[in-house]
């Protein structure tokens, strides 16, 4: 006859074994969505500077039911910057970004990608500047290109900070849409 503490401690044990390799079989989604704008409580995520103006709306959204309109006033301060939920990024491949732009001209938006050894020095973080188009720019980046980061030094893919995202030396108010930022596998 077997003793019933035996077999409480061998079904405990069946039961964490159980429980723990179903856990590391777990993957994590082929992309993660880091902002869609859906929510006002995802603007209270944002960090922003006077003269910016926020509103969740429907035009111009890529994804769901909403983007975010920005409003920006003339300055060298980020429009916005997310501060990351999601930390590592070593296994995705691509961050994807939507930007309307509904102006006729030629914006230079930066993006900065800031891991826990950048923050506030900026020969530290990677930076990529592209200029917006009129109309919708679905901006990709690999994130082997992310991780290069400056000349300096690799950026630690598996601690990532923040995004921030300018608009530099802008002289006159502009409009932009934001909406679907994410990672890719």
């Not at 006002?40 to 959204?61: A, I, K, N, Q, S």
């Not at 601690?159 to 995202?165: F, G, L, P, Y």
């Amino acid at each position: 006859m077997v003793n019933p503490s035996y077999k409480r401690r061998f079904s405990l044990y069946v039961t964490v074994l159980l429980l723990f390799s179903l856990t590391s079989c777990i993957k994590k989604p082929a992309n993660l969505i880091l902002a869609s704008f859906e929510s006002e409580r995802e603007l209270d995520g944002l960090v922003w500077e006077c003269g910016r103006w926020f509103e969740l709306t429907p035009l111009h959204r890529t994804h769901g039911m909403l983007a975010l309109k920005v409003e920006i006033s003339p300055s060298q301060e980020p429009i916005f910057r997310v501060f990351l939920t999601e930390n590592d990024w070593s296994t995705y491949n691509w961050f994807n970004i939507d930007v309307f732009n509904p102006e006729h001209v030629q914006l230079p938006l930066t993006i900065r990608f800031i891991d826990e050894d950048s923050d506030r020095d900026p020969g530290k973080y990677y930076t990529k500047v592209y200029a917006l188009s009129s109309g919708l720019n679905h901006i990709s980046i690999p994130i082997a290109e992310i991780k290069k980061g400056p000349q300096k030094r690799n950026l630690k893919l598996h601690k990532m900070k923040k995004i921030a995202v300018l608009l530099l030396k802008s002289q006159q108010k502009h409009t932009l849409y934001f909406d679907n930022i994410e990672l890719r596998k």
